[in-house]
């Protein structure tokens, strides 16, 4: 079973920055696209950002900017990052890792992590 480990949410005050991590559990093959999603309180889950293993990044609307989306697969494991700069309260949310796996002739499967809260304080 494939799991999404996040972790680098937490508070912080308006203007600071935060930098989160996802990584796949140990063995798991290596995602096409891996990236970001938020849930607002109240509000749909909206993209942050995703980044395919070829490097194309897709950012959600504002999104670019403030927040930069970066992969690696250091030991085999492959991990995806958002560094959040300028933080602001409108961004307190619950940050979601994603990925998805394309294996040859058969449908994508999408995997979710469990969330990390992040609270930026005015």
């Known amino acids: 079973q494939v799991q999404l480990v996040e972790s680098g949410g937490g508070l912080v005050q308006a203007g600071e920055s935060l930098r989160l991590s996802c990584a796949a559990s140990?063995?798991?093959?290596?995602?096409?696209?891996m990236g970001w999603y938020r849930q607002i309180s109240g509000k749909q889950r909206e993209l942050v950002a995703t980044?395919?293993?070829?490097?194309?990044?897709?950012?959600g609307d504002s999104m670019e900017g403030r927040f930069t989306i970066s992969r690696d697969n250091a030991k085999n494991k492959d991990t995806v990052y958002l560094q959040m700069n300028s933080l602001e309260p409108e961004d307190t949310a619950i940050y979601y890792c994603?990925?998805?796996?394309?294996?040859?002739?058969?449908?994508?499967?999408?995997?979710w992590g469990q969330g990390t809260q992040v609270t930026v304080s005015s």
């Open positions: 980044m395919t293993s070829g490097g194309l990044v897709k950012y």
């Open positions: 140990e063995g798991a093959f290596s995602f096409n696209v």
């Open positions: 994603y990925a998805e796996y394309w294996p040859p002739r058969l449908p994508a499967y999408d995997y």
